[in-house]
């Protein structure tokens, strides 16, 4: 049995963790918290088995694609997904000190969106701490709960965090040079929002 099922969570804002391991707790979202097992290991811990399944979908979905984009699926069980340990900055927190947004940070946030579009997700957007960048400038997206529940067809909250620190429309320009299509989608779709 690994040791970090001992990890219970209880009702509470924000959920009450009982962890009698050594694991550290590295975060905590409405749905569980996540522990790191190693440099490359870490285990989100769920409050339900409902949102653990769904987290587990998605995993195994972007597994079979072998899809960068995502963190690596290793173990799960009733309440617990064991899986990579991204070590990266949320992309707003990546880019805040930046003048501007790198050509390789608009590619690779497309290819991203392809893949969850590959992946038949409804919900086409994260939240930007959700959106993580490495030292070795690869995009993730973690946290998937709802990637099959919700439904929002453009990075809505991307693009308004974006705007929030002034990149918003420089993003969008490099969007249009490597997809026309896809920028005059999010552009209308973010207008109406």
């Known amino acids: 049995m690994k040791e ?6 209880s009702k509470g804002k924000p959920l009450i963790v009982h962890n009698p391991t050594t694991y550290k707790q590295i975060g905590q979202g409405a749905q569980g918290a996540v522990f790191q097992l190693s440099s490359k290991r870490c285990v989100k811990i769920y ?3 409902k949102h653990c399944k769904q987290e587990r979908k998605v995993l195994k979905a972007a597994k079979s ?3 960068p984009y995502f963190p690596k699926l290793y173990a799960a069980g ?11 900055v949320p992309i707003l927190d990546f880019l805040k000190d930046k003048k501007k947004v790198p ?3 608009a590619k690779e946030f497309i290819a991203m969106i392809t893949h969850m579009k590959k992946l038949n997700f409804t919900r086409l957007d994260a939240s930007p701490r959700h ?3 490495t030292k070795e400038k690869r995009i993730v997206v973690i946290d ?4 099959y529940r919700t439904l929002t067809p453009y990075p809505e909250k991307i693009l308004n965090g ?12 490099k969007v249009k040079a490597l997809d026309s299509g896809l920028y005059e989608s999010w552009s209308v779709q973010s207008a109406n929002a």
Do not use: P
Request: glycine share 4%.
């Open 144 to 147: 998937h709960v709802n990637s």
């Open 78 to 88: 009733k309440k617990y997904v064991e899986m990579e340990f991204i070590d990266g």
């Open 4 to 9: 970090y099922t001992s990890i219970t969570l």
């Open 103 to 105: 050509a390789w940070l």
């Open 47 to 49: 409050m339900s088995e």
């Open 65 to 67: 694609l072998k899809s």
């Open 162 to 173: 974006l705007a929030a620190i002034g990149l918003r429309e420089q993003f969008l320009h």
């Open 131 to 133: 959106v993580l960048i």
